[in-house]
């Protein structure tokens, strides 16, 4: 697909798939880490309770709403594989694109990562949309630059079909000044950003995305997404790296280990960390001795 195909498709509904986007090695050696670093919905189920989660080493189990499944978050402190997808040439260089250009330095952050594991029943309600008055909503695209507050890239780590709780979404909607219908269930807020009274396929207009292994499915936060409900035996595993310009702070304040920054190559340490930390001598040493103490009551 030639560049002008695919800003159309991606401006005018929102979303794109990119087929074959991680190699079967990759997508197999995550699903090795998984399988190697079990957690369930109780141990993720203290982060909503203002505790903190499950720490595998610097990656934190947690879940936003115990239906929506289980969350490695941070994990791309989980090893190389991981770190290797962070500038990933099957998307990186259009997210740096619909990002647009930085304010005289690194244009990207890496907002947010995880891995999704998601058994039968399990389901994420309809959120967002471009009513919402929000930096991660944001899409315009004026004179050729485009401006997209965050790009999400899901990647499959397994066939994801028809009764497997698909991803499902609005295409269009990004562009929409008047709330979907659907929130009227939540009180009728113009500025409602979630229904999760029940799976986002309960919503109209819904179009849910069937994706194989590897695929990854590109779309801008403004779009109104969610996903069905599972029904088919297993699980549902997905990849999520979250994107947005380097001067918006990451969703949960993770620090980067020292380790991790050791091992990165330039271009993925400048989104990890794109405002590099600035301290006096005297709090730098401190903050590293403070780091280190966290870490190890780990």
Same mark, same amino acid.
């Given at each position: 697909?030639?560049?002008?195909?695919?800003?159309?498709?991606?401006?005018?509904?929102?979303?794109?798939?990119?087929?074959?986007?991680?190699?079967?090695?990759?997508?197999?050696?995550?699903?090795?880490?998984?399988?190697?670093?079990?957690?369930?919905?109780?141990?993720?189920?203290?982060?909503?309770?203002?505790?903190?989660?499950?720490?595998?080493?610097?990656?934190?189990?947690?879940? +936003?709403?115990? &239906?929506? =499944?289980?969350?490695?978050?941070? $994990?791309?402190?989980? #090893? *190389?594989?991981?770190?290797?997808?962070?500038?990933?040439?099957?998307?990186?260089?259009?997210?740096?694109?619909?990002?647009?250009?930085?304010?005289?330095?690194?244009?990207?952050?890496?907002?947010?990562?995880?891995?999704?594991?998601?058994?039968?029943?399990?389901?994420?309600?309809?959120?967002?949309?471009?009513?919402?008055?929000?930096?991660?909503?944001?899409?315009?695209?004026?004179?050729?630059?485009?401006?997209?507050?965050?790009?999400?890239?899901?990647?499959?780590?397994?066939?994801?079909?028809?009764?497997?709780?698909?991803?499902?979404?609005?295409?269009?909607?990004?562009?929409?000044?008047?709330?979907?219908?659907? +929130?009227?269930? &939540?009180? =009728?807020?113009?500025?409602?950003? $979630?229904?999760?009274? #029940? *799976?986002?396929?309960?919503?109209?207009?819904?179009?849910?995305?069937?994706?194989?292994?590897?695929?990854?499915?590109?779309?801008?936060?403004?779009?109104?997404?969610?996903?069905?409900?599972?029904?088919?035996?297993?699980?549902?595993?997905?990849?999520?790296?979250?994107?947005?310009?380097?001067?918006?702070?990451?969703?949960?304040?993770?620090?980067?280990?020292?380790?991790?920054?050791?091992?990165?190559?330039?271009?993925?340490?400048?989104?990890?960390?794109?405002?590099?930390?600035?301290?006096?001598?005297?709090?730098?040493?401190?903050?590293?001795?403070?780091?280190?103490?966290?870490?190890?009551?780990?």
């Amino acid at each position: 697909m030639d560049e002008q195909k695919k800003d159309y498709l991606f401006d005018l509904n929102g979303f794109r798939v990119i087929a074959g986007a991680m190699g079967a090695a990759d997508v197999k050696a995550i699903n090795r880490w998984i399988n190697e670093h079990p957690a369930t919905a109780a141990d993720a189920a203290s982060f909503e309770k203002g505790e903190q989660g499950k720490w595998i080493g610097n990656v934190e189990v947690q879940s +936003y709403m115990k &239906e929506d =499944g289980v969350n490695y978050q941070n $994990v791309i402190e989980g #090893g *190389p594989v991981f770190e290797s997808l962070i500038d990933a040439a099957s998307w990186i260089d259009d997210v740096r694109r619909y990002v647009g250009p930085g304010l005289g330095g690194p244009n990207l952050s890496l907002n947010e990562n995880l891995v999704n594991c998601r058994g039968r029943g399990g389901y994420i309600g309809m959120h967002s949309g471009g009513h919402l008055p929000f930096f991660t909503t944001l899409f315009r695209h004026h004179t050729g630059s485009w401006m997209v507050g965050q790009i999400n890239i899901i990647v499959a780590l397994n066939d994801i079909g028809p009764g497997d709780g698909c991803t499902v979404v609005v295409p269009g909607s990004h562009r929409s000044h008047i709330p979907h219908p659907h +929130y009227d269930d &939540e009180g =009728g807020d113009a500025h409602k950003v $979630v229904n999760y009274s #029940g *799976p986002a396929t309960d919503a109209e207009c819904m179009v849910e995305l069937h994706l194989k292994a590897g695929d990854a499915l590109m779309f801008t936060d403004g779009l109104v997404h969610g996903s069905s409900a599972r029904k088919n035996p297993g699980e549902r595993r997905i990849l999520l790296y979250r994107y947005c310009p380097s001067w918006v702070s990451t969703r949960w304040n993770y620090l980067a280990s020292p380790e991790l920054l050791a091992r990165l190559t330039e271009a993925r340490r400048q989104i990890v960390q794109p405002v590099k930390p600035r301290m006096t001598p005297g709090w730098a040493s401190a903050n590293r001795a403070g780091q280190s103490d966290a870490g190890a009551g780990r």
